[in-house]
T-cell receptor, first 109, second 116 residues
Framework: GQNIDQPTEMTATEGAIVQINCTYQ??????LFWYQQHAGEAPTFLSY??LDGLEEKGRFSSFLSRSKGYSYLLLKELQMKDSASYLC??????????WGAGTKLIIKP | GAVVSQHPSRVICKSGTSVKIECRSL??????MFWYRQFPKQSLMLMAT?????????EQGVEKDKFLINHASLTLSTLTVTSAHPEDSSFYIC????????????FGPGTRLTVL
């Protein structure tokens, strides 16, 4: 079956760095997405990885290892506004998104 | 680019009535759109895949006669919740897919439906 695993909740301190991990098992693979979802709002696109390695975009970076079925989202210089749920989703061979349950990130002052 | 709008943002209706939600891709054409539902503190749940010019594909457990989807153009998909009941109260979110490259889905802002 197809499956995405990510931690349910994480807590970090303002100004610090946090890494949110995601492992996936899909029928075929066409890339890995990260979305951010604030409470009561729709998800917004953060990143897409299809090749191994690290993609950096400002304070956010995303890493992919296809051989390990593993990705992480790295958030640096955490701000209070980064408190949100972070959704990992893998694109399978049919270009369908398989969603993780999301990681709720709590930022403390 | 890649902006998706959704209307209305919030709707309150009486039990037994029908509610239509519109999803529009504003600056790109989307042959495929998706409808999701999200209950408080729960994950996104895919309800159906909306295909332009053809019938929608519904996920298991989603009643196609209750949740009517029409994708009449490359920029518009509608979801009609028929004979709504209080248990249909939820956050409904659409997304439109860019049909090239990463096939990224971009989400509308969502519609919060409350059925009294």
């Amino acid at each position: 079956g197809q499956n995405i695993d990510q931690p349910t909740e994480m807590t970090a301190t303002e100004g610090a760095i946090v890494q949110i991990n995601c492992t996936y098992q899909t029928s075929g693979f066409n890339g890995l997405f990260w979305y951010q979802q604030h409470a009561g709002e729709a998800p917004t696109f953060l990143s897409y990885n299809v090749l191994d390695g690290l993609e950096e975009k400002g304070r956010f970076s995303s890493f992919l290892s296809r051989s390990k079925g593993y990705s992480y989202l790295l958030l640096k210089e955490l701000q209070m506004k980064d408190s949100a749920s972070y959704l990992c989703a893998a694109l399978d061979s049919n270009y369908q998104l398989i969603w993780g349950a999301g990681t709720k990130l709590i930022i403390k002052p | 680019g890649a902006v998706v709008s959704q209307h209305p943002s919030r709707v309150i209706c009486k039990s037994g009535t029908s509610v239509k939600i519109e999803c529009r891709s504003l600056d790109f054409q989307a042959t495929t759109m998706f409808w999701y539902r999200q209950f408080p503190k729960q994950s996104l749940m895919l309800m159906a895949t909306s295909n332009e010019g053809s019938k929608a594909t519904y996920e298991q457990g989603v009643e196609k006669d209750k949740f009517l989807i029409n994708h009449a153009s490359l920029t518009l998909s509608t979801l009609t919740v028929t004979s709504a009941h209080p248990e249909d109260s939820s956050f409904y979110i659409c997304s439109a897919r860019v049909e090239r490259g990463a096939y990224t889905q971009y989400f509308g802002p969502g519609t919060r439906l409350t059925v009294l």
